[in-house]
């Protein structure tokens, strides 16, 4: 599965988003098979209208959405690079996510005490970027010796190695993240590289309750700075979020009505986590379940298919496939069908956001 590593410094309302996240999965938990896998670490549903629609045309039994996990790194704060705080500790958890999820605080509350002394959401935001850049920097340059030796005897890995890390140096040296340096082509290999920066990034502005809808002076200036960054980010309420969470499904509207709000920030940012990892969704739809699956943007079929069982990757032959607005509109499978809508595709189909799929396979 993929993940999203909740951070930034304390007391900005990470334990509180991350709670009313997991809480919501908690209260589906006797539907779907999730579950806080462990205290800092819970894996929620990505709520999707369209299998809403599948389930009833269907008419399945129940609907399976697709989960996204999220990890609550607690603990970062200024020179954090250097191990204070346990920072090290942390800096690992951090490594080991695919998405950062950094949360700013744009609440102003006297009785609950900022560590820098002022709410200054953009101030907070480059204390963590810098001490992620410090640690990603050191590591890129420990590595460095090593490889030049090898270099030096021609070793192709190794100069290769070198030809990447040295922008990334260069980045970090000027205060840039590596994510804005990756060279064209070169994602995988610089995944490998495990650094923190290199990380898609999405910015949540905490506000305060009276802000949620609107954003606030602080959001605000979260915001310029993440479009400047061509970088994603969201306005929540995590107090807002911490109620809402404890709500059913019927009362959860007319709450969120009452405070003006098309939807929920949780879903927003679960949504937004999706969309920072690149994510798209198939589904399937059977007697049983309507059921959504994850694979990353660009996955053809056979590869779709083992995200279902190994077995089905191994024994592929074809998918039956209808688009997600065929499916509706056609009513269904047979409707489908009879319209022309299904097609057979083979292995190198490359399977398309809201694809309703069938594999046919060998066992
Ligand atoms: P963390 O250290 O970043 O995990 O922060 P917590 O989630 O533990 O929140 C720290 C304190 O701020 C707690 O007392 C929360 O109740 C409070 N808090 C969190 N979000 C908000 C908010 O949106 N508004 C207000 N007024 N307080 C908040």
Redesign the pocket.
Known sequence: GFNCGIV????????????ALTATAAAQAANYPFCTIEPNTGRVAVPDPRLDALVKIGKSQKTVPTSLEFV?I?GLVRGASRGEGLGNQFLANIREVDAIIH?LRC?E?ED?THVEGSVDPLRDAEIIETELMLADLESLEKRLPGLQKRAKNRDAEALAQIALAEPLIEALKEGRPARTAIPEGQEEAVKRLNLMTSKPVLYVC????DSASTGNEFSEKVLAKAASEGAAAVIV????E?EVSQLADDERREFLDGLGLKDSGLDRVIAAGYALLGLRTYFTVGPKEARAWTITAGTKAPQAAAVIHNDFERGFIACETISYNDYVQCNGEAGAKEAGRLRIEGRDYVVQDGDVLLFRFNV
């Open positions: 930034g410094l304390p007391n900005v309302g990470k334990s509180t988003l991350f709670n609550d607690a949360v609440f509350d609950i905490n506000v305060e309750e309420s995590a107090a807002i911490a």
